[in-house]
């Protein structure tokens, strides 16, 4: 395995581009990298990822452009599986969180590599379905799922992730309401409980999930009485497991390896209630390489961890494994996939700092206002300029905090360069706004020099498309007056 990933120059000719050997390219942990594994420097001196121009790639789509590289998103689904298959006796399944990035080309994309799916709401179980993947591995989570939600989930077969004790208690209802409206035995609902294990992390205080004082799952106060309820409603209600997710950008083992001793410790009080449950998730959160300084762990050594842990404990417990679920998101995609701008007005405030503006900012890229995250930036047309200038790159919005970058080493750069910022793939586009009405940007998947589109850039029309202008408020305003 590859598992340590060649240092990222910084001020040399090829900066932060990953030299990774073709022949290796599927055994290099995404995560660990600062680009997409395909990325290269070609002739032009431009930056090239699956074998695409980026300087092109805009003169063709426009930017800002989100550029997701195939190659690099294929190669951490089929290692996530590989792993899983490497270091779990017992039957394993990779569901991507599609909460990263989900649109109909990510998800057929996972599902073609045999991944389920995590799914937050209806509308991206919506797009799952339409996008092809089969019900049977998607799971639904959410703390507060709305009874349409719930129904949808009901008919289609999906595995709900319960919550709270409300959603409990719908789903009950709901489960008995279409027996009755079908007058026949339906099968019961699928549904696991999300616990909240009590296990702190260290990472962004909003992308923690598994600490006490969280708003997600079940507390272990309350754990029990949700197992006598749950299997007092089998009938309705088929309880297949437990999960935990106890935070997103963590590159410590230690709280994922706690986690699995904690589930399988639930899962033997489970049984005391006469559930017998067979799947335990485990969730997501490993983290992904944003900066020189982030040494997050490969997805194999994540994986190794996690599954020793469980087997450990099971052994312990002398307890059949269970199949392990993993949901993994921004490790999954976060490095595949970069966004391009171009540049536009510079400011430079004397003793202070120098302004470079791009075309885009906090509506495509809300996470470096929402979580101060770091990212770093290259300018594609001249990739071996030196870098010898500091600047702040600042986005296009009415926001003094629309700043994606504070402390960016560039090349001295001009109004027209193209602007590409790394490690987009996850919570960009997903979280994008059209703030300040901004069109979202187009997304295209690059792959052997090849490059499609997969999601269409937003116009002016789309805009509007959902506006409504009451009749009253169109007509002159002499008319309007009343007199
Ligand atoms: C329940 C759940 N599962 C999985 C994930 C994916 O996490 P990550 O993208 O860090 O792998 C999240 C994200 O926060 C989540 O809330």
Not at 333 to 353: E, F, H, M, N
Request: charged share 20%; aromatic share 6%.
């Amino acid at each position: 395995m590859v598992s340590t990933p060649p240092a990222a120059t910084h001020n040399s000719g090829r900066q932060y581009v990953p030299d990774v050997p073709e022949s290796v390219l599927d055994q290099a942990s995404p995560n660990q990298f600062l680009m997409p594994l395909t990325a290269q420097v070609n002739g032009k001196d431009h930056l090239e990822i699956g074998g695409c121009d980026v300087v092109t790639l805009v003169q063709q789509f426009g930017s800002p452009l989100y550029v997701l590289d195939e190659a690099t998103l294929r190669a951490a689904c089929r290692q996530y599986r590989q792993a899983f298959q490497r270091h779990y006796p017992g039957e394993s399944l990779v569901i991507y969180a599609s909460k990263a990035w989900n649109c109909l080309a990510v998800c057929a994309i996972a599902a073609s590599e045999g991944l389920g799916l995590d799914v937050v709401s209806g509308g991206e179980l919506h797009t799952a379905l339409t996008a092809g993947v089969d019900p049977s591995v998607i799971y639904l989570h959410g703390n507060n799922k709305s009874v349409d939600e719930l129904q949808m989930a009901i008919a289609t077969g999906i595995t709900i992730v319960v919550d709270n004790w409300l959603e409990l208690e719908t789903l009950v209802e709901l489960a008995k309401a279409t027996s009755a409206a079908d007058e026949s035995p339906q099968a019961p609902v699928r549904i696991m409980l999300r616990l909240t294990p009590g296990i702190e992390c260290h990472t962004h205080d909003y992308i923690r999930t598994g600490h006490l004082d969280s708003k997600f799952g079940f507390d272990p106060d309350q754990i029990e009485s949700v197992f006598a309820f749950v299997q007092q409603h089998s009938t309705v209600l088929h309880c297949v497991g437990l999960h935990a997710h106890i935070g997103s950008q963590i590159f410590e083992l230690q709280p994922h390896q706690d986690l699995a001793g904690v589930l399988v410790q639930w899962l033997v009080k489970a049984a005391d209630y006469g559930l017998t449950l067979e799947e335990l998730d485990i969730g997501g959160g490993l983290g992904i390489r944003y900066t020189e300084s982030d040494d997050p762990p490969s997805i194999d050594q994540w994986t190794q961890v996690i599954c020793k842990a469980v087997v450990d404990a099971c052994g312990d417990r002398q307890i059949p494994l269970p199949k392990l679920i993993a949901e993994p998101g921004r490790s999954l995609i976060g490095s595949a996939c970069v966004t391009a701008y171009t540049l536009g007005s510079q400011k430079t405030v004397p003793g202070i700092r120098t302004y470079v503006t791009v075309d885009g900012g906090m509506s495509d890229n809300p996470r470096p206002i929402t979580y101060q995250s770091l990212y770093r930036t290259v300018v594609a047309n001249r990739m071996s300029a030196p870098m010898t200038e500091a600047v702040t790159v600042a986005g296009k919005h009415c926001e003094s905090g629309d700043v994606l970058i504070k402390d960016a080493t560039l090349p001295p750069t001009h109004p027209g360069d193209i602007l590409v910022v790394m490690g987009t793939g996850a919570y960009n586009y997903s979280m994008a706004s059209n703030y300040n009405r901004l069109p979202r940007p187009a997304s295209v998947l690059v792959g052997e020099g090849d490059a499609s589109l997969i999601l269409r850039r937003e116009t002016y029309a789309d805009l509007l498309a959902h506006d409504c202008l009451p009749h009253r408020l169109t007509r002159p305003p002499s008319e309007g007056s009343g007199s």
